[in-house]
Nanobody
Framework: QVQLVESGGGLVQAGGSLRLSCTAS????????MGWFRQAPGKEREFVAA??????YYADSVKGRFTISRDNAKNTAYLQMNSLKPEDTAVYYC????????????????WGQGTQVTVSS
């Protein structure tokens, strides 16, 4: 069992930056691919970014603005978000799965509780 806890959300003006963190319990963090998803009000949860070893994967809407990374020694994954836009406003969730990176929500086994990101115009 893996427990995930996100942090780092908040309110930021358009053009600003935030860094989200996702800390995992357990001793096998390095064996999991990590993903970030988001859900805006009234919309379905959507893929944002994923990382497996050093391989990364991004949604087109965030490519060039967001960077996913991980520190296996700290059992933590990060999402650095730059040049934020009002349309990035959502609850952001981290997720973990065994094996390779994926953009498919249903392929992830463990989820955090989410952290709110609000971007004002």
């Amino acid at each position: 069992q893996v427990q995930l806890v996100e942090s780092g959300g908040g309110l930021v003006q358009a053009g600003g930056s935030l860094r989200l963190s996702c800390t995992a319990s357990g001793r096998t963090f390095s064996s999991y691919a990590m993903g970030w998803f988001r859900q805006a009000p009234g919309k379905e949860r959507e893929f944002v970014a994923a990382i497996w070893t050093t391989n990364t994967y991004y949604a087109d809407s965030v490519k060039g603005r967001f960077t996913i990374s991980r520190d296996n020694a700290k059992n933590t994954a990060y999402l650095q978000m730059n040049s934020l836009k009002p349309e990035d406003t959502a609850v952001y969730y981290c997720a973990a799965r065994r094996g390779g990176r994926s953009r498919i929500l249903s392929e992830y086994d463990y989820w955090g509780q989410g952290t709110q990101v609000t971007v004002s115009s």
